[in-house]
């Protein structure tokens, strides 16, 4: 039987043969840190499967000031990547948004997670399977997680609609964020062929065409 190569880990031998070994260098560095929210700004995690895939969509809405790839809800200290992709540290990708709540909600924040994951897929995302790639919404503050409640109770109204299952998208307390190494972070600008093919090859957007249509996250 022919070796199946997993389509992201493909993706990060291709990023490594062509020639990218200065970005991957990186990885051995300091990660970045995300921005410490100011008295005006706030901040929302989430994990929503591969963390490539979950920054874009909420990079481009207006009032987010900064979107960083990085692992939340694990045990670990300073966790990496292959750390985490093993499964072995309790963490989820993740991403933290950070945003102005003068210029946008919290709740909106919500339906764009939402319309960019599986959330009716157990134990992982898209081809990407194991506890480290599960959905999840890591709630900071009572008013973050009756929000977050609320819109899971409208959101499987809508899923019933189209695959009749019910949301397994964890919601949790937030604890701690662990910035990803630099080579991950804004991979979809960093690397847009390899982004886009990863995606193709996953079968993200066929699956989240099938469960919101025309509400579908990118």
Same mark, same amino acid.
């Given at each position: 039987?022919?070796?199946?190569?997993?389509?992201?880990?493909?993706?990060?031998?291709?990023?490594?043969?062509?020639?990218?070994?200065?970005?991957?260098?990186?990885?051995?560095?300091?990660?970045?840190?995300?921005?410490?929210p100011s008295p005006t700004l706030a901040r929302a995690t989430f994990a929503g499967g591969c963390f490539w895939c979950m920054v874009k969509p909420f990079a481009v809405l207006p009032g987010v000031v900064q979107v960083v790839?990085?692992? &939340?809800?694990?045990?670990? +200290?300073?966790?990496?990547? !292959?750390? *985490?992709?093993?499964?072995?540290?309790?963490? $989820? %990708?993740?991403?933290?948004?950070?945003?102005?709540?003068?210029?946008?909600?919290?709740?909106?924040?919500?339906?764009?997670?939402?319309?960019?994951?599986?959330?009716?897929?157990?134990?992982?995302?898209?081809?990407?399977?194991?506890?480290?790639?599960?959905?999840?919404?890591?709630?900071?503050?009572?008013?973050?997680?009756?929000?977050?409640?609320?819109?899971?109770?409208?959101?499987?109204?809508?899923? &019933?609609?189209?695959?009749? +299952?019910?949301?397994?998208? !964890?919601? *949790?307390?937030?604890?701690?964020?662990?910035? $990803? %190494?630099?080579?991950?972070?804004?991979?979809?600008k960093k690397n847009p062929m390899r982004y886009e093919s990863y995606r193709l090859g996953c079968g993200r957007d066929r699956r989240l065409q099938e469960i919101w249509g025309g509400k579908a996250g990118h």
């Amino acid at each position: 039987m022919p070796t199946v190569t997993h389509p992201r880990r493909a993706v990060l031998l291709l990023f490594a043969v062509l020639g990218f070994g200065a970005a991957v260098a990186l990885a051995q560095g300091t990660p970045p840190k995300a921005s410490a929210p100011s008295p005006t700004l706030a901040r929302a995690t989430f994990a929503g499967g591969c963390f490539w895939c979950m920054v874009k969509p909420f990079a481009v809405l207006p009032g987010v000031v900064q979107v960083v790839s990085g692992y &939340s809800g694990g045990q670990k +200290r300073n966790p990496t990547y !292959e750390e *985490v992709s093993a499964g072995v540290t309790g963490h $989820a %990708e993740s991403v933290q948004v950070i945003y102005d709540p003068a210029k946008i909600t919290y709740a909106r924040l919500l339906e764009v997670f939402w319309r960019n994951i599986d959330p009716t897929s157990p134990e992982g995302q898209f081809c990407d399977r194991g506890h480290q790639y599960r959905s999840a919404i890591f709630f900071q503050g009572d008013e973050q997680k009756r929000l977050a409640e609320e819109s899971k109770v409208t959101q499987q109204a809508d899923v &019933s609609k189209t695959v009749n +299952r019910p949301i397994v998208t !964890e919601i *949790v307390a937030f604890t701690e964020f662990w910035p $990803a %190494e630099d080579y991950h972070q804004d991979f979809y600008k960093k690397n847009p062929m390899r982004y886009e093919s990863y995606r193709l090859g996953c079968g993200r957007d066929r699956r989240l065409q099938e469960i919101w249509g025309g509400k579908a996250g990118h």
